[in-house]
């Protein structure tokens, strides 16, 4: 998947960041607080896929298991040779 980053319209990597607050507490009650975003690299702005829309977290995440599949297809078929 290429990411185009929403800030300079330019091919980037992205990364996955917290946005969140972290811990607080509200009522005596302790919390953490997590908002994870793909964000762009260059500018840590949100990427956007190559029809220009936001790229969602179960988007990104389908994305890094198909990188990491395709890795150890490489891997196995290395060994064997091929």
């Known amino acids: 998947m290429n990411f185009i980053c929403s800030h300079c319209l330019q091919h980037c990597t992205s990364k996955k960041v917290d946005i ?3 811990p607080y507490e509200f009522w005596g009650q302790r919390c953490i607080d997590s908002h994870i ?5 260059c500018c840590e702005a949100d990427c956007l ?3 220009g829309c ?17 890795r150890l297809i490489d891997i196995h078929n290395y060994e064997k040779g091929g």
């Open 20 to 22: 969140g607050i972290g």
């Open 37 to 41: 975003k793909i964000l762009s690299s």
């Open 49 to 51: 896929d190559e029809l």
């Open 54 to 70: 936001l790229i969602t977290i179960a988007e990104y995440n389908n994305y890094e298991e198909d990188q990491k599949t395709e």
